[in-house]
């Protein structure tokens, strides 16, 4: 699926980070053209870095002397979403000028374009922009009407951009972007745990949580509801369809899964769980009167292996499988000892780490004796690797 999203000269342009990477987080291509008053309200860099891609502004580069060819734009996208639309645009949009980039793409475009409008109050109740909005509905475009609530000019009313999560779910939904999970009810575990030595020291690992954000946006998108359950990250995710839980230890994880399992279609384990715990915290901070220390170690719960082991007919458990040497044997092993549908096995290579990068590389195997390496890619592009795969394992 591809996007372009044409961002104009409005205050909410802000909010447009936050609904690239939704995107991106599933799987979805973006590329971004900006008019050239929109750069004074969010900077190119950002929607640059965060789209992945070169943000078109201008009709040509003047120092490259490159075009921006307006026509591959318009054949290349399945959806332009215009956000925020600004009166400006939208009056030039029904007037068919072509002043700049973006409107040339617009006329160009093979595929649907939705419109999310947002100004102030007043503008919005203006009888010529609702007459613009009129004739844009009856060209075709899709708008999504703004919403209710404070504005930048400190008045209170309709013109508001909805927020990233909502503007997401409409394209969403109004493509039809798989709805494969519509219905279900997924677990994810995410992140690391950390495990307290004293108040303020902990046994824990590099898991950033990327990979299970990845995986719990993914079924969102896909219309699964999602019950994330994460150790500390300083991830956070806007999607309405993912309740996010937040734990700090291997049992508050296992406490948390217990209460959500029964409820659940489906479990995905992403999370790096500490094995051990130190068996008796102390209370306070551990002074450094020795030189040597020893800690008491006990097996913290094996979560995954408990889900496994108390699934219904119906549910799935899929774990993770993060392995230095016979990675695949040991994988297996995880896959029966743990009673799971499928493992997914972290392919360390040289030069890889799975823990805190953008990217990773993966075997999937299953109950069933198949297997699919997906190759090194963005969390996002691996995330959706896994759930298509699932959706084999829930047939
Ligand atoms: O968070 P990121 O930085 O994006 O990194 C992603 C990741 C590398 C953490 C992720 O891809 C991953 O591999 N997670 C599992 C890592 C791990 O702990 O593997 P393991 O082989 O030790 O555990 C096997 C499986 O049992 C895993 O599904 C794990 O969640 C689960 N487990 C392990 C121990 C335990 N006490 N309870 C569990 O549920």
Same mark, same amino acid.
């Given at each position: 699926m591809r996007i372009l999203i044409g961002i104009t000269a409005g205050i909410a342009a802000y909010k447009i980070p936050l609904l690239i990477r939704m995107f991106i987080n599933?799987?979805?291509?973006?590329?971004?053209?900006?008019?050239?008053?929109a750069k004074d309200f969010v900077s190119p860099l950002v929607i640059s870095t965060l789209s992945k891609n070169p943000v078109g502004i201008a009709f040509w580069n003047k120092e490259t002397g490159e075009w921006n060819n307006h026509v591959e734009y318009g054949e290349w996208a399945d959806v332009l979403l215009i956000?925020?639309?600004?009166?400006?645009?939208?009056?030039?949009?029904?007037?068919?000028?072509?002043d700049n980039l973006l409107l040339a793409v617009y006329l160009s475009m093979r595929n649907k374009t939705i419109v999310s409008p947002a100004m102030d109050l007043e503008m919005y109740q203006h009888p010529t922009v609702k007459r613009n909005i009129s004739v844009l509905i009856a060209d075709g475009v899709h708008v999504i009407p703004p919403d209710h609530g404070e504005l930048a000019s400190g008045l209170s009313g309709e013109g508001r951009?909805?927020?990233?999560?909502?503007?997401?779910?409409?394209?969403v939904k109004y493509l039809s972007l798989g709805q494969d999970f519509l219905n279900t009810q997924v677990l994810v575990t995410a992140?690391?745990?950390?495990?307290?030595?004293?108040p303020? !020291?902990? =046994? *824990?690992?590099?898991?950033?949580?990327k990979m299970g954000f990845a995986l719990a946006e993914n079924f969102a998108a896909r219309g699964a509801s999602v019950t994330l359950i994460t150790g500390p990250t300083v991830l956070r995710t806007e999607h309405k369809r993912v309740q996010t839980i937040h734990v700090t230890s291997a049992a508050e994880m296992f406490e948390a899964v217990q209460r959500h399992w029964l409820d659940m279609d489906l479990g995905v384990f992403s999370a790096a769980v500490a094995d051990y715990r130190p068996i008796h915290p102390a209370e306070e901070k551990i002074k450094k009167t020795n030189e040597a220390l020893s800690i008491e170690l006990i097996k913290n719960p094996d979560?995954?292996?408990?889900?496994?082991?108390?699934?219904?007919?119906?549910? !799935?458990? =899929? *774990?993770?499988a993060l392995e230095t040497n016979n990675a695949v044997e040991n994988a297996m092993e995880k896959l029966s000892r743990k009673h799971a549908d499928a493992i997914v096995l972290n392919v360390i290579e040289e030069n890889e780490k799975c823990f805190n990068s953008d990217t990773n590389k993966v075997r999937i195997f299953d109950v069933n004796g198949l297997s699919l390496e997906?190759?090194?890619?963005?969390?996002?592009?691996?995330?959706?690797?896994?759930?298509?795969?699932?959706?084999?394992?829930r047939l």
């Open positions: 599933a799987g979805v291509e973006v590329r971004c053209i900006m008019t050239s008053d956000a925020p639309c600004t009166a400006n645009t939208l009056s030039k949009m029904v007037s068919g000028a072509c951009l909805p927020e990233p999560a909502f503007i997401f779910e409409e394209v992140g690391p745990t950390y495990e307290a030595i004293d303020v !020291r902990f =046994i *824990g690992n590099h898991a950033s949580g979560i995954l292996a408990w889900a496994g082991k108390h699934k219904t007919a119906t549910q !799935r458990t =899929i *774990g993770f997906l190759p090194t890619a963005s969390k996002a592009k691996i995330a959706q690797g896994i759930v298509d795969y699932i959706t084999r394992i």
